[in-house]
């Protein structure tokens, strides 16, 4: 096999996420947590760029990132500031840089869910609802998984220790919309990068939440 064939686009772009993904995981568990911890934003901003990388550019598909973003970033402030979207929560600094107490990774996160449960829903059906509802179901079944471990890494923190019902309804209805745009304008992401960073994702922080479970970080 030549090296064009394996030096693609796609396969680098697996080959970083695996990695960066596979050594977080074992640098938490086994090495220096805290800094691995620290290296998250690196992992974000990565994951991120790949993603646009991957993704079929056009005037929608930017418009839609930038939605994401905005309303991502306005539904996290109105919620930290007022408990009114998700409950009661802060985040902590490992982030990073904070509008209105909100990191701006946070923002990005919603560009890269959204697009990734989107696309992996498109892979399944062609209904447009199904689709849409498919995409907020996989973002909900990954935030569940991060949830209990997001207080731990100090990622974010809510008031009562833990997130409610009211978290889970709130990421619904701010998903909704979103997953409908990104359906409606059907929006191609190249490869099966999606489905590789949501793996991996779901991994990461399954992994993490055994081992806090099983004796701590």
């Known amino acids: 096999m030549s090296n064009k064939v394996l030096l693609t686009k796609q396969n680098l772009s697996l080959f970083f996420i695996w990695l960066f993904h596979v050594s977080g995981i074992i640098g938490i568990i086994y090495s220096d947590a805290s800094w691995f911890i620290g290296a998250t934003p690196i992992n974000l901003l990565l994951s991120f760029l790949l993603l646009l990388i991957n993704t079929k550019l056009s005037k929608r598909a930017l418009i839609l990132f930038l939605s994401c973003f ?24 490992v982030l990073g840089i904070k509008f209105m107490e909100v990191p701006l990774l946070i ?13 992996i829903a498109s892979f399944f059906t062609h209904s447009f609802w199904i689709k849409t509802l498919v995409g907020v179901g996989l973002m909900l079944s990954l935030d569940l998984v991060i949830e209990p471990v997001a207080p731990v890494l100090d990622f974010w923190t809510f008031a009562d220790g ?38 991996l994702q779901f991994l990461f922080f399954t992994l993490l939440l055994i081992k806090i479970n099983s004796v701590g970080i």
């Open 70 to 93: 905005t309303v991502g970033m306005a539904a996290e402030i109105i919620g930290v500031r007022y408990g009114f979207i998700f409950g009661e929560y802060s985040y902590g600094a």
């Open 107 to 119: 923002g990005i996160n919603w560009c890269i869910l959204i697009f990734i449960t989107g696309s």
């Open 162 to 199: 833990m997130a409610s019902l009211h978290n889970y309804v709130g990421w619904g209805l701010v998903a909704l919309p979103l997953q409908m745009i990104f359906h409606k304008w059907e929006i191609k992401i190249e490869g099966a990068y999606p489905f590789h960073l949501y793996v």
